[in-house]
T-cell receptor
């Protein structure tokens, strides 16, 4: 089945630094989703990408849909302590019988030191 | 009330107990999902309901029994669970169509003793 490889697995950064993480797949995705999960909460959608090459921003967050359609990147600029959490990439499985099935990456754990 | 809500937020149960998790979405969506999130594992899809009909059962043991009485409500009935079933259970919803962006509830943290 489809798999998403997300890296890095964890990051420890200082407040104010920029952050980059990425997600790669062995197969093509038509949609890329980026979620953030705070401790004890459900994932919250940050950015959705629907077109190869698309670059979308949400405040200090910017995500890009790779041209090959097999990867996506999430950047966070000028990190702050509340950026702490787990960031997941996700994409819908291909195929008409796989309605509603999202494949998730393993997550990137972000720690921001004040 | 907005978004996707789940109750209870925390649940402790013994292996012989029967309990139910509830999910409600206020987004007008017609698809609902149950996920299991264990430590250090990717989210695992359990069940998918589309217009109240179950369209996916991802090889989930029968001790987990879903129920979807309408497009806004989803239940997960639990009985004779095992300690390894302890996890965060997440509900999500989405609208039909090609842009299947799913919105998640806060989850129920389940501990099976």
């Amino acid at each position: 089945g489809q798999q998403l490889n997300q890296s890095p697995q964890s990051m420890f950064i200082q407040e104010g630094e920029d952050v980059s993480m990425n997600c790669t797949s062995s197969s093509i995705f038509n949609t890329w989703l980026w979620y953030k999960q705070d401790p004890g909460e459900g994932p919250v959608l940050l950015i959705a990408l629907y077109k190869a090459g698309e670059l979308t921003s949400n405040g200090r967050l910017t995500a890009q849909f790779g041209i090959t359609r097999k990867d996506s990147f999430l950047n966070i600029s000028a990190s702050i302590p509340s950026d702490v959490g787990i960031y997941f990439c996700a994409g819908p499985n291909a195929g008409g019988t796989s309605y509603g099935k999202l494949t998730f990456g393993q997550g990137t754990i972000l720690t921001v030191h004040p | 009330e907005t978004g996707v809500t789940q109750t209870p937020r925390h649940l402790v149960m013994g292996m012989t107990n029967k309990k139910s998790l509830k999910c409600e979405q206020h987004l007008g969506h017609n698809a609902m999902y149950w996920y299991k999130q264990s430590a250090k594992k990717p989210l695992e899809l359990m069940f998918v309901y589309n217009f109240k009909e179950q369209t996916e059962n991802n090889s989930v043991p029968s001790r987990f029994s879903p129920e979807c009485p309408n497009s806004s409500h989803l239940f997960l009935h639990l009985h004779t669970l095992q300690p390894e079933d302890s996890a965060l259970y997440l509900c999500a919803s989405s609208s039909s169509g090609t842009k299947e962006t799913q919105y998640f509830g806060p989850g129920t943290r389940l501990l099976v003793l």
